[in-house]
């Protein structure tokens, strides 16, 4: 999926109570409840209020993208986190969280996008959490997965998580995935998916999770009244013009739901 751009990141940042407020009118949740809901089912208390969470810059490479740490920790602060950007970056910056008691560190390189849970010594990553974040969002949308199909689009590392997900919750999860390898790969490890042409499942699903980071192969003649899709990527699989008659239907924000359950299951 394309990388986010320090455009990118001003405009999440300054748009995440409209983001919000949309799933809450899709899906019935807002993103704290979206986040502990993902990262539990059992009757575990996990407190994201004041928990201190440190977001650190990385200085070099690809990974480095101005406004990113501060858009985290702006996701995290509205989770109700006692959230910050420390003042150094790279192990530095790493150091610094340490010494300033935080309870958890996010930070991001070229690779990876991962929470560290400093008291547990556990490392969240980014790319399962998004999946099941979304599928989450999906779900509360939908009301329920059992027996429903659901469009699957991309079998990369966001799109076989979700797959999981989607399988454990009861949805009949049929994939639209060109690279015969990745195809492959999922059935050979078991991945209870079934093949489809994209044309073929868009006409039997009312559900999409987009995993691709192919842009604009679904447009507005695809979708129905009742066509909901989870987005977690950049860019969207739908056209301006699906999107719009869609409307809050497309669910679609490329970083507060991962930052959210990431936070939460750090927190666990």
């Known amino acids: 999926m394309t990388r986010l751009t320090a455009d990118d990141l001003g405009a999440l940042t ?7 407020a ?10 704290r409840d979206l986040a502990l809901r ?28 101005p406004g990113f740490s ?34 958890v560190v996010f930070v991001a390189d070229d690779h990876r996008f991962i929470a560290l849970d400093i008291r547990k010594g556990r490392c969240i990553d980014d790319d399962p959490a998004t999946a099941d974040g979304y599928v989450t969002a999906l779900e509360a949308a939908a009301g329920e997965f059992l027996g ?35 195809l492959r790969e999922a059935l050979e490890a078991g991945l209870k998916i079934r093949p489809v042409e994209l044309a073929d499942g868009l006409s039997r699903c009312e559900l999409i999770f987009d995993a691709t980071p192919a842009a604009g192969i679904i447009d507005a003649g695809d979708v129905g009244p009742r066509t909901i899709a989870a987005v977690p990527g950049m860019p969207s699989a739908f056209t301006a013009a699906a999107r ?17 359950v990431m936070a939460a299951r750090a927190l666990l």
């Open 38 to 65: 993902t990262a539990t089912t059992e009757p575990v208390c996990v407190s994201l209020y004041g928990a201190r969470i440190a977001a650190v810059p990385i200085s070099s490479g690809e990974g480095f993208i």
């Open 14 to 20: 300054r748009q995440l109570d409209e983001f919000d």
């Open 244 to 260: 719009e008659a869609m409307g809050p239907r497309h669910i679609h924000e490329p970083l507060a739901i991962g930052v959210a």
């Open 22 to 31: 949309q799933l809450e009118s899709v899906a019935g949740i807002g993103l």
């Open 148 to 182: 429903r199909h659901v469009l699957l689009l991309g079998l990369g590392p966001v799109g076989r998580a979700a797959a999981r997900r989607l399988v454990s919750r009861g949805a009949v999860v049929e994939v639209a995935e060109p690279d015969d390898s990745r």
């Open 70 to 103: 501060a858009c985290v920790a702006a996701i995290l602060g509205r989770l109700g986190c006692d959230a910050w950007v420390t003042a150094q970056a790279d192990v530095r910056g790493i150091q610094e969280a340490v010494s300033d008691h935080a309870d």
